[in-house]
C-alpha cells in the first residue's frame, strides 16, 4: 500500500513538476494514520478473503490450495443466484418502501408545530434499539400460537407470518423497514428544513398550495437528500445480516438466505472458509460496484447543474 | 527512489506504526498465558457446573478454574473459531462424535488415555455407552459432564383424557391420533421448525425403527449412496405424510425452541404431544413446576413401525455433554483441569444437584440416588431407558462432520416443508458424503 502511495506521488510529480510543494492545505503526510487504519482493517483483510477464497479450509485442520475450485462451486451452485436474487429483492423492495414513508414522514415533522416534537420522538423511538432486539421482539409478536393474534383476539393476525416461503421475506422487508425509517426521516427533515423559507412565501404568494409546493420547491430541493438517503439504503442492505439472522436463520427452507447470511453460514455453520470468502468476496465487488456507480450517478448531476449555473 | 529524506523517515514511521498494530492484533488474543478456563453452555445444567467450579476453586485456589457460559449456537460456531485460533479454552464443551473427531484429527485436544489407564476411577465410574461418544479410534479423548439425553415422546395426559386417547405405541396408532386431535382442535404434535434441529429427531426415530442403526452407520462411515437405503426413503416419506395430514402444529416452521415456546405448547394445552429430549424436562420444570407437579407430564418411547427391523428399545438423542482438554494448554493448565476432572466433576454433590434439577448423570451406581430424588420415576425411567438401550445413537448432526450437518439440516428443513421429495433428499444428501 505504502509503495502504492510512493508510485501515486512520483506520478503526480512527474505530471506536475514541483506543484506538491506549493501546493497549500495539509500535507499529504497527514493522510498517514488514516491509510494505516484503513490498510490494517480494511485492505490487508480484503487481501486475506481474497486468498482465503482459493484454499480449502475447515476453520481448524491445515489449509490446502484449492485454486479456483471454490469459485467454480459458488458459480455453478444455484443457492448462489437464489441468494443473490434475494438481496436483490430486498434492496429493492426496501427502497420502495423506505423512501417514500421517510421522506413524507421527515416533511410532517420538520415543519412547526406544538406536537411534531412528540411524534418525533416516537417516530425515532425503533433508532434506539439493537437490531437483536427488534428481532426478538417481532419474533414474538409474530408468533402464531402465541403472538398478537392472542394478545388481541384477532384472529386475522394468527398467520404463519415466518414459517410461510411466501411470506417470509416481505415480513422480513416490512421489520428492516421498521428499523431503518427513523434514520432515513432524520436524514430528510434535515434536509427539508435546510430549504430556505422564502421560497414557499414567494411560491404562497403566487397561489401555490401545498401539494403543488411540495412537488415544486421540497421535492427538487431535497435532490441531494433523496441521493444520500438512497445511496446508504442502496449500499446498506448488502448488509442486513443481524436482523435476519436472529427472525428467521435464513429459513423456512432458504426462504430468506440472503447473500451474507449465506456467507456466514457456509464460514461459520458448515466450516467452509473457502466458500465463505468466496461469497465474501462477490459481495465486497457488489458493493463496490454498487456504490461507485452511484456516485457516478450524483457527481454526474451536480456537474451538470455546475454548468448550467 | 528519488524521495527526500525527510519524505523516507516519514515512509519509516507508517510502516513502524503499521507494523505496531499488526503485531498487537497478534498477541492480544483472549486466554493466552492466563490460568485455566473453561466454557460452558447456558441454560440446562449451567447452575451445576457453575457451583461446581465455584467450590472446586475454592478448596483448590492452586488449580482454580475460571469459567465462562456461552448460548448454545453462539457456543458452537465461536467455539470451532477459536480453537483454530489456538485460543481455545483449556476445558473445551462438546457433544462427541464427529466435531470431536476433527479436533482429534487436527491434533487439537489432548489424549486422556493415559489418566485413565493411571487411575481407573477417572473413566470408570461413567456408563460404558455413554463414555464410547468421548472416544476417537479406542483412545479416551473427553469424559462426559452433565445428563444424559435420550429423545422421548412427551404428552399431556390431560389432553389425553380429553378425546379419550392413549399414548401411541406403533406409528399407525400415531396416525390415527392426527385426526382425533386435530377435530378437538388440538394440534397432535408441538415442534420447533425453526430451529431446524428439532426435525432431526423424527428422522433419526424412524431410520432406526424401519432399518436399525446401520443404517445411519453406514452414512457416518461415509459409504457411497448410503442416504439411498430404504429405510431412509421409507422415513422421508412418513414424515411427508404426517406433515400432510396436519400432525405438526400451525406455523412450526416459525417456532423456535430457544425461547421455549414449542415446550410451552405442551404443558399450555395447545399441542398434545412433543417429541424432545430428556433436556426439555428441567426446561418445563423451570417454566411450568405446577404442570409436572400435578402429574400432567406423561413422557414415553418413540412408537415402533410395524416390519422394523430396528429394536423397539433403542434410543436416539446425545449420550451427555463432555468435557475435553486443549491440546495447546500449558503443562501446569493442563494439570489443573485434570485433577478438576478427576476429582471435581460427578462428586456426590455435583450429582446431586444434576438430579435435582431433572438431569441423570451418566454415572453407574446411583440407583439408590435415583430412588430418594424428588421425580424417581421419571429419573429412574431416563436412567434405566439409556442404560439399558442396545443402541443409544448420537444426534445425525453432530455425529457428522459440520459441513454435512448443515446440509442435512437445510435439506431436512425442505422435506418437511415440502420443497423436495423424499428422492430429492436423498440425492442431494448423497452428494455430501466425502470420499477419502
Known sequence: MLRQREAEGAAETGREPGARRHRAGPHPVMAVPALAFFGVFAFIPLIGVVLLSLVNWDGITDMNWAGLANWAAVLGDPGTYHAIWLSVQVMVLSWLVQTPVSLLLGVLIAAKGRYRAVLGVLYFLPMLLSSAAIAIAFKALLDPNFGMSLAFGVEAFAQDWLGDRDLALYVVVFVIAWQFIPFHTLLYQAGVRQIPGSLYEAAELDGAGRVRQFFHITLPQLRYTIITSSTLMLVGSLTYFDLVFVLTGGGPGNATRLLPLDMYLSGFSSNEMGRASTLAVVLVATGLALALGLSRLTSFRRGSQQEGA | ?436
Open chain 2, 1 to 436: 527512489m528519488a524521495l527526500g529524506k525527510r519524505s523516507r523517515a516519514l515512509l519509516a514511521a507508517g510502516a513502524a506504526v503499521v507494523l505496531a498494530l499488526v503485531t498487537a492484533c497478534g498477541t492480544s488474543g483472549p486466554g493466552a498465558g492466563a490460568g485455566t478456563s473453561a466454557w460452558a453452555l447456558t441454560g440446562g445444567d449451567e447452575q451445576t457446573i457453575r457451583g461446581s467450579f465455584e467450590s472446586w476453586n475454592n478448596d483448590n485456589a492452586d488449580s482454580a478454574v475460571t469459567v465462562e457460559f456461552f448460548a448454545n449456537d453462539a457456543y458452537k460456531q465461536k467455539i470451532r473459531t477459536s480453537i483454530g485460533a489456538g485460543d481455545a479454552p483449556t476445558l473445551i464443551f462438546g457433544w462427541g462424535g464427529g466435531t470431536l473427531r476433527s479436533w482429534v484429527q487436527a491434533g487439537k485436544v489432548a489424549d486422556l488415555s493415559a489418566y485413565a489407564n493411571e487411575d481407573p476411577q477417572f473413566t470408570g465410574r461413567f456408563l460404558e455407552s455413554v463414555l464410547k461418544t468421548g472416544m476417537v479410534g479406542g483412545k479416551t479423548y473427553a469424559v462426559p459432564n452433565n445428563g444424559m439425553q435420550p429423545v422421548l415422546l412427551y404428552y399431556n395426559k390431560e389432553l389425553f383424557d380429553r378425546v379419550g386417547a392413549q399414548p401411541p405405541k406403533t406409528w399407525d396408532d400415531l396416525m390415527r391420533l392426527v385426526p382425533v386431535f386435530t377435530e378437538a382442535g388440538i394440534a397432535p404434535f408441538s415442534m420447533g421448525g425453526q430451529s431446524k434441529w428439532p426435525q432431526l429427531m423424527w428422522a433419526e426415530y424412524l431410520v432406526d425403527r424401519i432399518g436399525g442403526p446401520e443404517v445411519f452407520e453406514a452414512i457416518a462411515a461415509n459409504e457411497p449412496d448410503s442416504w439411498s437405503h430404504p429405510a431412509i426413503l421409507r422415513s422421508a416419506e412418513m414424515i411427508q405424510e404426517l406433515v400432510d395430514s396436519g400432525g405438526f402444529v400451525k406455523g412450526f416452521n416459525s417456532i423456535a425452541t430457544d425461547n421455549g415456546a414449542d415446550a410451552a405448547l405442551l404443558y399450555t394445552g395447545k399441542a398434545a404431544m412433543y417429541l424432545m429430549g430428556s433436556w426439555a424436562y428441567p426446561t418445563i420444570k423451570q417454566a411450568a413446576p405446577e404442570f409436572i407437579e400435578s402429574g400432567n407430564l406423561g413422557y414415553t418411547t418413540f412408537p415402533t413401525v410395524e416390519g422394523g427391523a430396528g429394536n423397539p428399545a433403542d434410543i436416539v438423542g446425545n449420550p451427555a455433554n463432555f468435557w475435553a482438554v486443549s491440546a495447546e494448554a500449558t503443562d501446569e493448565q493442563r494439570q489443573a483441569a485434570v485433577s478438576y476432572l478427576k476429582d471435581g466433576l460427578m462428586s456426590d454433590s455435583y450429582v446431586d444437584t444434576l438430579l435435582a434439577n431433572g438431569s441423570v448423570p451418566p454415572v453407574t451406581g446411583i440407583e439408590s440416588k435415583l430412588a430418594g430424588s424428588d421425580a424417581p420415576e421419571y429419573l429412574s425411567y431416563v436412567y434405566d431407558l439409556a442404560a439399558e438401550a442396545p443402541s443409544f445413537q448420537l444426534s445425525w448432526d453432530q455425529a457428522l462432520t459440520p459441513k454435512q450437518a448443515d446440509a442435512l439440516l437445510n435439506n431436512l428443513d425442505q422435506l418437511f416443508g415440502k420443497q423436495i421429495t423424499p428422492q430429492q433428499f436423498a440425492a442431494n444428501m448423497n452428494k455430501t458424503i466425502e470420499q477419502p
